[in-house]
């Protein structure tokens, strides 16, 4: 059983930061890409920010710039830290990794935290 849980989302004014984290727990044996989506209401959910186990990032054009993506691997934890928000940012923000459970080999799944309302208003 693998579980993701999002904290650090809530209400922000235009121009303000915000940082998220998810952590992941339970039976991990590897944790590959792990990333960020969000759906505001009435669209999509689109993804916004991703990163592989080594390092590597890519962006939502939308938010290149002003959001940043990061790790610590040995937590199993992702962050995002979110600065010049924008009343458009507003949206439920979801964690998603890709994780082998034990015992390996195991195949990779895909994982999903709750969800964090993320909202930026005046």
Known sequence: Q???VESGGGLVQPG???R???AASGSIFSINAMGWYRQAP???RESVAAITSGGSTNYA???KGRFTISRDNAKNTVYLQMNSLK???TAVYYCNAGVRPYPP???EY???GQGTQVTVSS
């Open 87 to 89: 009343p458009e940012d």
């Open 20 to 22: 998220l984290s998810c």
């Open 110 to 112: 895909d994982y999903w």
């Open 105 to 107: 080999p195991s195949y």
């Open 2 to 4: 693998v579980q993701l």
């Open 42 to 44: 009435g669209k999509q």
């Open 16 to 18: 303000g930061s915000l």
């Open 61 to 63: 054009a939308s938010v």
